[in-house]
């Protein structure tokens, strides 16, 4: 496996599942991302970890729980969502100590979740 | 106001034609600009990148910024149909070790053979 992968790629799940969402990145990176994309709007960082610390929480809601075991996994766990929660779900890495650190993000394919 | 103003488009060129994609911020103290591109059923993977005003240019891409206008650009000289993609402008504030990118809408462009 190379670069970003996201697992799974398609979910649908009803309002009262819990379900995960996987992360790996294969980079060698120290720093890793969620971001929710909808249609229309713009990408929305949700959070943020550096060395499987968390360092940016934007204000989501608490049915999103993400988790950091080590360097290269990233999930978030989800439980019961709201039809609006429905999006493709980014996940993405970068270097802290690249010269471009936070700026250039490497992204995976995304996970597009359905809440029905 | 949003942060980042970008058109959504979609817009359609035809091939070989000269593409100009714009962004427009409102806080002074972004610092990095950047561009990113996102293809269908791919997440955005990196275009351009630019620190503070200027030009940068890499092949047939140009990346403008403008911060006194607060107005960033890019360039799509001779343009291919494996440019049809949606554009994201993304910026930063100084010392961005935190990754806190902000981006705009995205545009969808599409070029015609």
């Known amino acids: 496996e190379t670069g970003v992968t996201q697992t799974p790629r398609h979910l649908v799940m009803g309002m009262t599942n819990k379900k995960s969402l996987k992360c790996e990145q294969h980079?060698?990176?120290?720093?890793m991302y969620w971001y929710k994309q909808s249609a229309k709007k713009p990408l929305e960082l949700m959070f943020v970890?550096?060395?499987?610390?968390?360092?940016e929480n934007n204000s989501v809601p608490s049915r999103f729980s993400p988790e950091c075991p080590n360097s290269s996994h990233l999930f978030l766990h989800l439980h019961t969502l709201q039809p609006e929660d429905s999006a493709l779900y980014l996940c993405?890495?970068?270097?802290?100590?690249?010269?471009?650190?936070?700026?250039?993000?490497?992204f995976g394919p995304g996970t597009r979740l359905t809440v029905t | 106001q949003k942060e980042v103003e970008q058109d959504p488009g979609p817009l359609s060129v035809p091939e070989g034609a000269i593409v100009s994609l714009n962004c427009t911020y409102s806080?002074?103290?972004?610092?990095?600009f950047m561009w990113y591109r996102q293809y269908s059923r791919k997440g955005p993977e990196l275009l351009m990148y630019?620190?503070?005003?200027g030009n940068k240019e890499d092949g047939r891409f140009t990346a403008q910024v403008d911060k006194s206008s607060k107005y960033i650009s890019l360039f799509i000289r001779d343009s291919q149909p494996s440019d049809s993609a949606t554009y994201l402008c993304?910026?930063?504030?100084?010392?961005?070790?935190?990754?806190?990118?902000?981006f705009g809408q995205g545009t969808e462009l599409s070029v015609k053979p």
């Open positions: 630019t620190y503070s005003s």
């Open positions: 980079l060698g990176h120290n720093a």
């Open positions: 993304a910026m930063s504030e100084a010392g961005n070790q935190g990754g806190k990118l902000i």
């Open positions: 970890y550096n060395f499987k610390e968390q360092t």
């Open positions: 993405a890495s970068s270097d802290y100590f690249s010269g471009r650190a936070g700026n250039e993000q490497y």
């Open positions: 806080n002074s103290a972004f610092q990095y």
